[in-house]
């Protein structure tokens, strides 16, 4: 049974940086992507970045150039760096995991607020 813990949100000023983490757990499974979707009140949920297991990384072009996802096989964690944060960052963020067989697994949510 996969799992997804993630973590790193919080209130940071404009211009700021945070990093989220993913972790994901469990066996045999087959990963084909992970990265993060998120949801602002009143906006449509977004995919902020992704990363296939061959490092393939896509972005939207809002955080483009100032966010960069990575991961770390040895952690089994993929990590979101976010800097230079906007107010319109300000979103919860949910990690994904889709597996090869196009079962999608989310994370439990972490919110980002960008204010000063």
């Known amino acids: 049974q996969v799992q997804l813990v993630e973590s790193g949100g919080g209130l940071v000023q404009p211009g700021g940086s945070l990093r989220l983490s993913c972790a994901a757990s469990?066996?045999?499974?087959?990963?084909?992507?992970m990265g993060w979707y998120r949801q602002a009140p009143g906006k449509q949920r977004e995919l902020v970045a992704s990363?296939?297991?061959?490092?393939?990384?896509d972005y939207s072009d809002s955080v483009k150039g100032r966010f960069a996802i990575s991961r770390d096989n040895a952690k089994n964690t993929v990590y979101l760096q976010m800097n230079t944060l906007k107010p319109e960052d300000t979103a919860a963020y949910y990690c994904?995991?889709?597996?090869?067989?196009?079962?999608?697994?989310w994370g439990q949510g972490t919110q980002v607020t960008v204010s000063s």
């Open positions: 994904f995991l889709r597996t090869i067989w196009l079962r999608t697994t």
């Open positions: 469990g066996s045999s499974i087959s990963i084909a992507a």
């Open positions: 990363i296939t297991m061959s490092d393939s990384t």
